[in-house]
């Protein structure tokens, strides 16, 4: 697969290390670096995000995510939105306040991007353990607890940013107790 390849990109939300790839530097300026895809994020993240661009830790974004909406190719989300048949944006806040994740449907099967609704595995069993960058904690945890237990509900593969290496697996529940299963 190659950049032009991709024709849409969603980005979970603003931190820095989840919007290094949107775009690239040319002499004429930056360009998108898939250039034939539209990308999406949450208007909420949006307008977080930059209220504060002017401040040392957001000059990322100037770098990163603003110049989408010059170049015209960036859709901001509200609510839960159908990208294609098979995947949907769902709203998923609290780490930030415009956080989303996907759920694909193939088939029969179930899948679900959870991004930074979890950092660390023992979150799955202790989904009240908190996030040092979770903007709004107690809306972290809720959001957390509702998007396990659809994962468990659905049997999903669910995919997690930072469970680095075993970010693949699924929710099981054993008597009551929420682990993470690594394919
Ligand atoms: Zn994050």
């Given at each position: 697969?190659r950049?032009?390849?991709v024709?849409?990109v969603?980005v979970s939300?603003?931190?820095s ?6 775009l690239k530097?040319e002499?004429?300026g ?13 208007r909420?993240?949006w ?12 000059a ?10 010059e170049?015209?190719?960036v859709?901001l989300?509200?609510g839960e939105k ?10 998923a806040?609290g780490h930030?306040?415009?956080h ?6 193939s088939?029969r099967?179930?899948?679900?991007v959870?991004?930074d609704?979890l950092?660390?595995?023992p979150?799955?069993?202790h989904n ?7 903007v ?7 959001t957390r607890?509702?998007?396990l237990?659809?994962?468990e ?5 669910v ?9 693949l697996g699924h929710?099981k ?6 682990t993470w299963q690594p394919?």
């Open positions: 697969m950049p032009d390849d024709s849409q969603v939300h603003l931190h290390d989840h919007v290094g790839w949107n530097k002499k004429l930056w360009r998108p670096f898939f250039p034939k895809a539209r990308y999406s994020v949450a909420l993240d307008e977080h995000f930059h209220k504060t661009a002017a401040e040392p830790n957001r990322y974004l100037k770098e990163t995510t603003t110049p989408l909406l170049l015209g190719i859709d989300l509200e159908a990208l294609t048949p098979e995947v949907t944006a769902i709203p806040p930030t306040p415009g989303m994740a996907l759920a694909v449907v088939g099967e179930r899948g679900l959870l991004a609704a950092h660390v595995p979150q799955v069993e009240d353990w908190q996030e040092l960058g979770d709004d904690p107690a809306l972290a945890v809720r607890r509702k998007l237990e659809q994962a509900r659905e049997k999903a593969l995919a997690v940013s930072h469970f680095t290496p075993d970010n929710v529940n054993t008597g009551g107790r929420m394919l």
